[in-house]
C-alpha cells in the first residue's frame, strides 16, 4: 500500500504564496504519477496539476498556469506544489493523489485515474 501525506497549507492574502508538500510512503516504486486536486463545497474534485514520477513531465489545468509549478524530490520521495500569486478562488481544500496505471494524457487528469489519495490540506486565500 501507499501512504500520501499532505502539508503546507494555510492562510495568505491575496498575491501570497505558498508551497505544498506531499510526502509518499510505503510501496511507491508501484506510483507512476503524482498529482494535486482541489475541492470546494457544493463543486467536483478539480484537477490542478500532475507530474510523470521519472521522466518529470508536468500538466496544469489552464486556471493555474504561470502561477503554481509541481516539482518532485525522488530522493525524499516528495511532491511539491509551489503556488504563486494566490487568488481567493484558489481557495480549497487540496489533496495529493497518486496513480499507477496508464499515461495517456486524460489518464493524468482525472480523478478516477489515481488509486492513492491523502487527506488534503487546506488552502484559503483572503484578505
Known amino acids: 500500500q501507499v501512504q500520501l501525506v499532505e502539508s503546507g497549507g494555510g492562510l495568505v492574502q491575496p498575491g501570497g504564496s505558498l508551497r505544498l508538500s506531499c510526502a509518499a510512503s510505503?510501496?511507491?516504486?508501484?506510483?507512476?504519477?503524482m498529482g494535486w486536486f482541489r475541492q470546494t463545497p457544493g463543486k467536483e474534485r478539480e484537477f490542478v496539476a500532475a507530474?510523470?514520477?521519472?521522466?518529470?513531465?508536468?500538466y496544469y489545468t489552464d486556471s493555474v498556469k504561470g502561477r503554481f509549478t509541481i516539482s518532485r524530490d525522488n530522493a525524499k520521495n516528495t511532491v511539491y506544489l509551489q503556488m504563486n500569486s494566490l487568488k481567493p478562488e484558489d481557495t480549497a481544500l487540496y489533496y495529493c493523489?497518486?496513480?499507477?496505471?496508464?499515461?495517456?494524457?486524460?489518464?493524468?487528469?482525472?480523478?478516477?485515474?489515481?488509486?492513492?489519495w491523502g487527506q488534503g490540506t487546506q488552502v484559503t486565500v483572503s484578505s
Open positions: 493523489a497518486g496513480k499507477s496505471g496508464g499515461s495517456l494524457y486524460r489518464d493524468y487528469v482525472h480523478t478516477r485515474s489515481y488509486d492513492y
Open positions: 510505503g510501496n511507491i516504486f508501484i506510483i507512476n504519477a
Open positions: 507530474i510523470s514520477w521519472n521522466g518529470g513531465r508536468t
